[in-house]
């Protein structure tokens, strides 16, 4: 069965600092892969897309980005973290051409 | 312009009482529609998926309906229990391009 890995849980990272979130996928090969953050009490709002090594879409324009340097591993980033990317952050994948989004744990960022 | 909208946006139930809660949608092309819970902190876990030749379906006291013609879907929660508290997501995929449509969400408090 499939599984998705995400981490670190929780982190707390000081203004200015660079951010690193992973995120892989097993049991599936070739999976799209999401990166979502969910600011207190709001939706959901995609952040990155990728369906495959290499390629990555952004949906929203900041200064987070996001790398897949393999198939089933996407990694969420920023080189300077700003007070307003604190948020629950959330992975997700699906099948190419699939109907459903399965989610990871999430990670809780606090930036302070 | 392809939305999903849920109500209510938040709704406080006593352990026991019955509640519905409600998705609209205007995504085309429509491939299928899922509630997912999510608990505070956590991803979330699908609870049921309809297509789009069901109009009813039951996980246990979750019961979903789907009006395709109308474009509704609600979840009826029986006999609700303290662990029910969380957050309710309608989510929409559609055949065009992978593309997934999240609701905002309802947040459910069972008190005792």
């Known amino acids: 069965s499939q599984t998705i890995h995400q981490w670190p849980a929780t982190l707390v990272q000081p203004v200015g600092s660079p951010l690193s979130l992973e995120c892989t996928v097993e049991g599936t090969s070739n999976p799209n892969l999401y990166w979502y953050r969910q600011a207190a009490g709001r939706g959901l709002q995609l952040l990155f897309y990728s369906v495959g090594i290499g390629q990555i879409s952004s949906e929203v324009p900041q200064n987070l980005s996001a790398s897949r340097p393999q198939d089933r591993q996407f990694i969420l980033s920023s080189k300077k973290l700003l007070l307003s990317d604190s948020g629950f952050y959330l992975c997700?994948?699906?099948?190419?051409?699939?109907?459903?989004?399965?989610f990871g744990e999430g990670s809780w960022l606090t930036v302070v | 312009k392809n939305q999903v909208e849920q109500s209510p946006q938040s709704l406080i139930i006593l352990e026991g009482k019955n509640c519905t809660l409600q998705c609209n949608y205007t995504v085309s092309p429509f491939s299928n529609l899922r509630w997912y819970k999510q608990d505070t902190g956590r991803g979330p876990v699908s609870l049921t998926i309809m297509t789009f030749s069901e109009n009813t379906k039951s996980n246990g006291r979750y019961t979903a309906t789907l009006d395709a013609d109308t474009k509704q879907s609600s979840l009826h929660i029986t006999a609700s229990q303290l662990s029910d508290s969380a957050s309710y997501i309608c989510v929409v995929s559609s055949y065009t391009g992978n593309q997934f449509y999240f609701g905002t969400g309802t947040s459910l408090t069972v008190i005792p």
């Open positions: 997700a994948w699906s099948l190419q051409g699939g109907d459903t989004i399965y």
